[in-house]
C-alpha cells in the first residue's frame, strides 16, 4: 500500500532537487532555496515553496525546523553539501517534530565532506591515489609534477588546479586547507550510491563528469 509523505527538499536550484522530484511523484513536495528563480520551486505548487537563508547563516536551520513543524513535513531531503551537517547535527529536533531526514549520520558526514579525512579512513585500499595535505610540512621533492591540488571542503571541482611545475604551487596557501592529489589523466568518474539505514546499497549510479 502507498501512503502519500510530505517531503521538502532544500537546494530547489540543483540538479539534485529537480531530480528527487520527479523520481518520487505521488507525493506532495515542498521546495525551497536561497534563490527565489530557483528552476525546482516551479516544480511545486506555489504554496509550497519558500525561501531559506545561506547555509552558514545561523538562522538556517531554525527556518527549516519552524517550517517542517507548521507544514507537518514526513521528510526533509537536503541536497547541498553546505546544508548537510548543520542539519544533522540537529536530527534530533526534526524528529521530535515529526520530521525524518534522508541523511547520513554526523560521523559519516564529518568523514565523507572532508577530503583528507576521507582518504586517511581509505588509506589501506590499492585503490586511493597517492595525497597529501598542503601545510608547512609538505615536501614538493616528493610530487613529481604533475599533480592536483583542490581544498579539502568543497565540490564541483571549485578551485581544482593542474601544477605543472612545484613553482606553481609558490600562490598557494599551506595552511592545511588544501591537498594535493596524484594527477590521473583520462575521464573522471563519480558514483552517487543510496544506502539504507542497514548498510545496504540501495542504488548506485556511476556518472562521467
Same mark, same amino acid.
Given at each position: 500500500?502507498?501512503?502519500?509523505?510530505?517531503?521538502?527538499i532544500?537546494?530547489?536550484?540543483?540538479?539534485?532537487?529537480?531530480?528527487?522530484?520527479?523520481?518520487?511523484?505521488?507525493?506532495? #513536495?515542498?521546495?525551497c532555496d536561497?534563490?527565489? #528563480?530557483a528552476?525546482?520551486?516551479?516544480?511545486?505548487?506555489?504554496?509550497r515553496?519558500?525561501?531559506?537563508?545561506?547555509?552558514?547563516?545561523?538562522?538556517?536551520?531554525?527556518?527549516?525546523l519552524?517550517?517542517?513543524?507548521? #507544514?507537518?513535513?514526513?521528510v526533509?531531503v537536503p541536497?547541498?553539501?553546505?546544508?548537510?551537517?548543520p542539519?544533522?547535527?540537529?536530527?534530533?529536533e526534526?524528529?521530535?517534530?515529526?520530521?525524518?531526514l534522508?541523511?547520513?549520520?554526523?560521523?559519516?558526514? %564529518?568523514?565523507?565532506?572532508?577530503?583528507?579525512?576521507?582518504?586517511?579512513?581509505?588509506?589501506?585500499? %590499492?585503490?586511493?591515489?597517492?595525497?597529501?595535505?598542503?601545510?608547512?610540512?609538505?615536501?614538493?621533492?616528493?610530487?613529481p609534477?604533475p599533480?592536483?591540488?583542490?581544498?579539502?571542503?568543497?565540490?564541483?571541482?571549485?578551485?581544482?588546479?593542474?601544477i605543472?611545475?612545484?613553482?606553481?604551487?609558490?600562490?598557494?596557501?599551506?595552511?592545511?586547507s588544501?591537498?594535493?592529489?596524484?594527477?590521473l589523466?583520462?575521464?573522471e568518474?563519480?558514483?552517487?550510491?543510496?544506502?539504507?539505514?542497514?548498510?545496504?546499497?540501495?542504488?548506485?549510479?556511476?556518472?562521467?563528469r
Amino acid at each position: 500500500m502507498h501512503f502519500k509523505k510530505r517531503l521538502l527538499i532544500t537546494g530547489a536550484g540543483g540538479a539534485a532537487a529537480v531530480s528527487f522530484i520527479k523520481a518520487t511523484p505521488g507525493h506532495d #513536495h515542498f521546495a525551497c532555496d536561497i534563490d527565489p #528563480h530557483a528552476a525546482g520551486l516551479y516544480l511545486v505548487p506555489a504554496m509550497r515553496r519558500f525561501l531559506v537563508p545561506k547555509a552558514d547563516d545561523t538562522e538556517f536551520v531554525d527556518c527549516l525546523l519552524s517550517y517542517c513543524r507548521e #507544514h507537518r513535513i514526513d521528510v526533509l531531503v537536503p541536497t547541498v553539501d553546505d546544508e548537510l551537517l548543520p542539519i544533522a547535527r540537529r536530527r534530533d529536533e526534526f524528529e521530535s517534530a515529526g520530521t525524518r531526514l534522508l541523511l547520513s549520520e554526523v560521523e559519516c558526514l %564529518e568523514r565523507c565532506l572532508d577530503k583528507w579525512a576521507l582518504y586517511q579512513a581509505l588509506a589501506r585500499s %590499492e585503490y586511493v591515489p597517492q595525497t597529501g595535505l598542503l601545510d608547512e610540512t609538505f615536501v614538493g621533492s616528493d610530487w613529481p609534477p604533475p599533480f592536483i591540488v583542490k581544498p579539502r571542503v568543497g565540490s564541483g571541482s571549485r578551485g581544482v588546479r593542474l601544477i605543472k611545475s612545484l613553482e606553481d604551487l609558490a600562490s598557494e596557501p599551506r595552511d592545511g586547507s588544501l591537498i594535493v592529489q596524484q594527477y590521473l589523466p583520462g575521464p573522471e568518474y563519480s558514483v552517487d550510491v543510496m544506502i539504507d539505514r542497514k548498510g545496504t546499497a540501495m542504488a548506485v549510479v556511476p556518472r562521467e563528469r
